[in-house]
C-alpha cells in the first residue's frame, strides 16, 4: 500500500491528526451547505455569520479611548449606551445569529450585519449602528467598530438594502472554524 493512501485511510478512520482538520471541514461544510439552510427556512432567523476581526472586541487597554471616549466626545449620553445591546462587544471567533427586521426597528447602538464589497471581496461586516438617516423614505445607517478608533468610509450611509439582519445572539467559540478558513484565506 502506498504512503499516500496509507496516510489518507488513517486519516478517515480517524488515526492522525489530519483527521481533526478533515472533520472540522466536513462539519463546516455540512453546517453551512445543509443545516444552516434548513435552519432559515424553518425558523425566524435570518442568517448566521462569524466574527472574523477584531473590531468589537472590548479590549481593556484600548476600549476606553476607542469606545467610551469617542461616543462621548461625540455627544452620546452614557447611561443609555450602557443600556446597548452586547455592551461588553463581540469577540473573535463567535457565532452571531441575526434576525431580518423592518428598517425602523434599527436603532442606534444596535449592532447590524451587512455586505460589502471590499477589495474586491463581498464580506460581513458586523459593527454598530452609530446614526441612522431616513432620505425620501429610504433608511441608511453609519457603523462603527467598537475598537475601531474611527467609522471607516465603506460604513457611511449603508442602504438598508445591505443590511443581513439586526444580531440578537451571540454563541462564543463556533465561529473558529469559519474564523481559520477567513485568516487561512488572507495568506494565500
Do not use: C
Amino acid at each position: 500500500m502506498s504512503e499516500y493512501r496509507k496516510l489518507l485511510i488513517d486519516t478517515f478512520k480517524g488515526k492522525n491528526s489530519l483527521s481533526i482538520v478533515l472533520y472540522i471541514v466536513i462539519f463546516y461544510l455540512v453546517a453551512e451547505y445543509a443545516i444552516l439552510p434548513s435552519v432559515y427556512a424553518f425558523t425566524p432567523i435570518s442568517y448566521v455569520s462569524a466574527v472574523v476581526s477584531g473590531s468589537m472586541i472590548h479590549d481593556p487597554a484600548t476600549i476606553q479611548l476607542t469606545y467610551y471616549d469617542w461616543l462621548s466626545q461625540h455627544g452620546f449620553n452614557m447611561s443609555e449606551v450602557s443600556k446597548w445591546p452586547f455592551s461588553g462587544g463581540i469577540n473573535i471567533g463567535s457565532f452571531v445569529i441575526a434576525d431580518k427586521v423592518a428598517p425602523s426597528q434599527i436603532a442606534v447602538g444596535d449592532v447590524i450585519i451587512y455586505r460589502i464589497d471590499y477589495e474586491g471581496v463581498r464580506e460581513d461586516v458586523i459593527h454598530r449602528v452609530i446614526n441612522e438617516t431616513v432620505i425620501n423614505g429610504t433608511y441608511y445607517y453609519t457603523t462603527k467598530g467598537d475598537a475601531n478608533p474611527v467609522s471607516y468610509p465603506f460604513e457611511i450611509n449603508i442602504p438598508y438594502s445591505s443590511v443581513v439582519g439586526k444580531v440578537q445572539t451571540i454563541i462564543p467559540y463556533l465561529g473558529y472554524p469559519r474564523y481559520a478558513l477567513y485568516a487561512l484565506g488572507r495568506l494565500i
